[in-house]
């Protein structure tokens, strides 16, 4: 499979941030703010809405880094093993936020993310890695597909956690 283009990017992440949007507009605030209902019992839904966000802040930190020609900071941070760890950090940072403030902070984050993708040229958007690397062969699109995929799915993180959101979403309103 091919990098995908700017546009194919764009319609994976409205997708799956539609589909996110939906399901969650039928939980409550309540609901949304419920420990342990989310991701094994990981997770509330707010804490799925703030996972997301980070997501998208690191993409866009890659962006910004890629395109200044620096190694961006998720090729040493998210080595393996450090992923829960990154995600347990994120969680813990916006534990004592209001569930406002997560959405909020989520939507803005990722129109954000959106303007920075249209606002690419695609000779940046194929760009190859302009810094020293394991994956010399890699370009942008394909290094954004990977922060922002699931396993064989870029771009689309959000299709990774539709499960378990639409069987909570399911039990509560099965209450």
């Known amino acids: 499979m091919g990098i995908p283009s700017r546009q194919e990017a764009l319609a994976i992440l409205h997708e799956g941030q539609e589909a996110l949007d939906s399901l969650v507009e039928q ?30 802040e690191i993409a ?20 393996a093993g450090e992923t829960d760890e990154q995600n347990a950090w994120n969680q813990e940072r916006k534990q004592s936020w209001s569930l406002d403030r997560v959405r909020g902070e989520s939507a803005a984050t990722h129109r954000q993310l959106v303007a920075a ?30 922060v922002l995929g699931a396993p064989d799915r870029p771009f689309g993180h959000a299709f990774a956690h539709l499960p378990d959101l639409e069987a909570y979403a399911r039990s509560v309103a099965s209450r």
């Open 27 to 56: 939980l409550s605030p309540t609901d949304l703010a419920r420990p342990a209902t989310i991701g094994g019992g990981d997770w509330s839904a707010k804490d799925l809405i703030g996972h997301m966000a980070f997501c998208e």
């Open 60 to 79: 866009l930190v890659t962006i910004e880094a890629w395109l200044r020609g620096e190694r961006p900071p998720i090729e040493e941070t998210f080595t």
């Open 117 to 146: 993708i249209e606002g690419m040229t695609d000779q940046e958007w194929t760009s190859r890695r302009p810094f020293e690397g394991d994956d010399a062969h890699e370009d942008l699109g394909t290094e954004l597909g990977d």
